[in-house]
């Protein structure tokens, strides 16, 4: 892996603390919690397109008990939440939660008396995950930055007083500026999946839809069909 030839002279200095959390970054293995829609997000990181297993996380635990990240995906209604909250009791520290989607976060358009509004009314969250559903680069996405706070975290009382005198709070940026490509080439290799994804998605449109054309700043194309004239009374106001 050319790891021995970036080492000077085969030594690697470290404080427990880092190699602590950077066990805990490396190996973190998420629960089985899907309730909604947004399940099928999170099941579609674990496939080849996407590869979870980079960072060690390919293993999707049956039992809290083998389990560190508690990924709530979807809505958590009141009668699920206890559940919630035992599976989430089962879980050996350390252990993290991310709200995945809008629902889980703040109860989404669910605004009633059955869905609870906002998964950390019964479990504390460490990350937080908007969208309806959220894409799987979203996630990947959250949960890197989520490794980024582990990384960053202390491993006993006297050390995070420390931090919390001082104020610190955690840097986090966005995977794509934080591991943007360096080089030239892959730098255009990148774009082109990026191009070949939006093709895919049919957002080749100026207005995010393939087969849309924007409208001219000062009205419509008069084509003579009936989508002109809808285009004309737009423009108009009407």
């Not at 990924?71 to 599976?87: D, E, F, S, Y």
């Not at 059955?114 to 979203?138: F, I, K, N, S, T």
Request: with cysteine; glycine share 10%; proline share 6%.
């Amino acid at each position: 892996m050319g790891l021995e030839e970036s080492l000077p002279n085969g030594i690697l200095l470290a404080n427990v603390e880092k190699l602590v959390n950077w066990t805990r970054k490396t190996s973190m293995w998420p629960a089985t919690f899907g309730l909604a829609c947004c399940a099928i997000e999170m099941m579609t990181v674990g496939g080849s397109r996407y590869d979870i297993a980079r960072f060690g996380m390919e293993r999707f635990s049956a039992t809290p008990r083998q389990a560190d990240l508690m990924i709530v995906a979807g809505r958590v209604t009141n009668k699920m939440a206890p559940v919630l909250r035992q599976i989430y009791d089962q879980m050996p520290e350390p252990r993290w939660v991310l709200a995945m989607g809008v629902c889980a976060s703040s109860g989404g358009m669910f605004n009633n008396y059955a869905v609870v509004q906002g998964v950390d009314h019964v479990v504390p969250v460490d990350m937080y995950l908007p969208g309806c559903p959220p894409r799987p680069e979203m996630l990947l996405d959250a949960i890197l930055k989520l490794h980024a706070k582990v990384m960053d975290e202390p491993i006993n009382g006297k050390r995070a007083a420390e931090q919390v005198e001082r104020g610190h709070r955690t840097e986090l940026t966005a995977s794509s500026e934080k591991y943007a490509p360096r080089r030239g080439s892959q730098r255009r290799m990148a774009e082109r999946q990026q191009n070949a994804q939006r093709r895919e998605m049919g957002a080749e449109g100026e207005l995010g839809a393939a087969g849309i054309e924007s409208l001219p700043p000062g009205g419509s194309r008069a084509n003579g069909n009936t989508n002109g004239q809808d285009r004309d009374e737009i423009s108009a106001g009407r």
